[in-house]
């Protein structure tokens, strides 16, 4: 099975029209963000979102970006009406936002309760990776996740300098798609350090881990404006007869 993965985090900002004076501060991000999502729309138009929201919250296939400051309209398929709106996460509606920019043809999502520990990620992971292999199809994942939000005295979580550590460790799983890494994420502390990606990373990783024997893994994009860790990379599956491994 090929499979594709995209790493993306989710901050409002992505949207021009929600950062404002800082749009082209977050162009880098932005184009980052949108070269990931346009490469997994190269490789299948239907994804599988996987992100830290309730599954009660991920039910509607349309909403807007009106509460975080511009009326910004999404949706996870072309064909949502307005019945289809509802009240979507922030992962949510940025997947929707990249699907639209870059022409995908649906995004099917997969939600992870947050707080799901380690093991529990691991399972559902497992779980979505089977239901994919039964199906047959081509497979282009989309992660979506912040890093720890506490790199900075002005981040939302104040400064930790635990943060460093753990967001190095984070890019170099993603440059290097070492899922065991991802998935060997100290829960706990990734509560502390108000990481916002860790529940998705970890089923991410899991699933892909089954979908394919080895990635190769591009690191896009790794900085934390704002205080903020965001990370955005790509995997690509490697056929059984190339000399690649995964760590």
Request: glycine share 8%.
């Amino acid at each position: 099975m090929i499979v594709r993965v995209a790493v993306v985090p989710h901050p409002p900002l992505l949207v021009p029209e929600l950062a404002a004076g800082a749009a082209a501060e977050t162009a880098p991000l932005r184009d980052a963000c949108l070269a990931a999502a346009s490469a997994l729309a190269q490789l299948c138009p239907r994804w599988i979102a996987i992100a830290a929201v309730n599954p009660a919250e991920a039910t509607g296939l349309a909403g807007s970006f009106a509460g975080y400051g511009a009326d910004v309209e999404v949706a996870l398929c072309p064909q949502a009406t307005p019945a289809d709106r509802a009240e979507l996460p922030l992962p949510l509606l940025i997947a929707g936002w990249l699907r639209g920019e870059v022409g995908a043809a649906q995004v099917t999502v997969s939600a992870v309760p947050p707080g799901s520990s380690a093991e529990q990620c691991r399972r559902m992971g497992t779980e979505l990776a089977q239901r994919l292999r039964r199906n047959g199809d081509p497979v282009a994942l989309l992660v979506l996740g912040d890093g720890a939000a506490t790199h900075t005295l002005r981040a939302p979580g104040y400064l930790d300098n635990r943060a460093h550590q753990l967001d190095t460790a984070v890019a170099e799983a993603f440059a290097t798609a070492n899922c065991g890494a991802l998935l060997d994420l100290d829960a706990a502390l990734a509560s502390e350090l108000l990481v916002a990606g860790r529940e998705a990373w970890q089923v991410g990783a899991a699933a892909a881990q089954l979908l394919a024997p080895a990635y190769h893994g591009e690191l896009l994009y790794s900085a934390a404006p704002y205080g903020v860790a965001y990370h955005v990379a790509l995997w690509d599956a490697v056929a059984p007869d190339r000399p690649e491994s995964q760590p």
